[in-house]
């Protein structure tokens, strides 16, 4: 079933100054009855005080996604991630984490819920075993670090693309993630057998593109197994030459790879299930031949989140 609404509305009004962001966020509240909102959170940089503001006054929640920390820090260091196999990295990397989550208890205390937050594992850079082993140590210990400070919040690992790193597109526009998706359930099963609490995938459309996956059937794929899925974020991706690349263009873009109607069926298959999910769009303004307007793409993503959850 799906429970929740989700706008990630930074990925167009990110550029704009806090208090124009403020008013798309208000807008998105009071007009489209959207108020759970995907926004990144980095380690020691504090959100601008004028979304503090309304998210506590709007009393909305927050999916906090931190692949923009690895994505930031992985380009100065591809060693970086929880799932790295140099210890001294994956120790910087998590305790990086533990800083957002803390940021987050903060933002919860003043009234702004936390529904869920999204880590990533960085970059390949070993062999499978090596990186699963590393990226379990680290989940373990964030989910009891959840469970104490943000026991209302779900811990979730985004997957991402993982084509190899001699792929033609560069990091990050492709080459995320350190382990396939099968790999990666492996040890989100394992965690969840020893962790405080569950661990949960969130499915990034966009970024399945770049894999080369069909979308549709790899979250078929996830709930039909025994990892939960907390939900899905959809967008489509940059075409270029070489492949898709990590744009989050629109379903106004017709060469995204991302349709309404690709939006629909995927709301019908998280519908039909049993667990307990949310549907998210995160567009950006980008299109093959330009750029899009703010108002166009934000409203047009509510218009489709309205259409289908």
């Not at 033609?168 to 099963?189: G, T």
Request: glycine share 8%; with cysteine; aromatic share 6%.
């Amino acid at each position: 079933m799906i429970d929740d609404k989700v706008l990630g509305a930074y990925a167009a009004v990110g550029t704009l100054p806090p208090a124009e962001q403020a008013q798309w966020y208000r807008k998105a509240a009071e007009e489209w009855g959207i108020n759970i909102f995907e926004i990144p959170i980095l380690a020691g940089v504090a959100i601008a005080e004028e979304l503090v503001e309304t998210f506590a006054e709007l009393q909305s929640s927050l999916v906090v996604t931190m692949v923009a920390q690895w994505a930031t820090m992985g380009g100065e260091n591809p060693d970086y991630g929880l799932s790295s196999v140099q210890p001294q990295w994956r120790q910087t990397s998590f305790v990086h984490a533990c800083t957002v989550l803390q940021q987050c208890q903060v933002l919860h205390q003043k009234g702004i819920g936390i529904r869920n937050v999204e880590v990533h594992t960085g970059q390949r850079r070993g062999e499978t075993v090596s990186h699963a082993i590393a990226l379990y140590r680290s989940l373990v210990d964030l989910s009891e670090i959840v469970a104490e400070i943000l026991p209302d919040c779900g811990l979730t690992v985004e997957v991402t693309d993982n084509l190899p790193p001699d792929h033609p597109i560069p990091f990050p526009a492709a080459k995320k993630a350190s382990l396939q998706l099968s790999a990666l359930s492996d040890v989100l099963r394992a965690v969840n057998q020893d962790a405080a609490g569950s661990v949960a995938l969130v499915v990034n459309w966009g970024r399945l593109l770049i894999n080369g996956d069909n979308p549709l059937e790899t979250v078929k794929g996830i709930l039909a197994g025994d990892v939960p899925l907390a939900g899905a974020i959809l967008s489509g991706a940059g075409p270029s030459p070489e492949g898709f690349r990590d744009s989050h263009n629109s379903h106004l873009d017709p060469h995204s790879g991302f349709t309404a109607q690709d939006a629909k069926a995927c709301a019908e298959v998280l519908q039909q299930s049993k667990l307990s999910t949310f549907i998210g769009t995160k567009c950006g303004k980008t299109t093959r031949d330009g750029e899009l307007s703010v108002e166009e793409v934000l409203t047009a993503q509510a218009q489709l989140l309205g259409d289908i959850a």
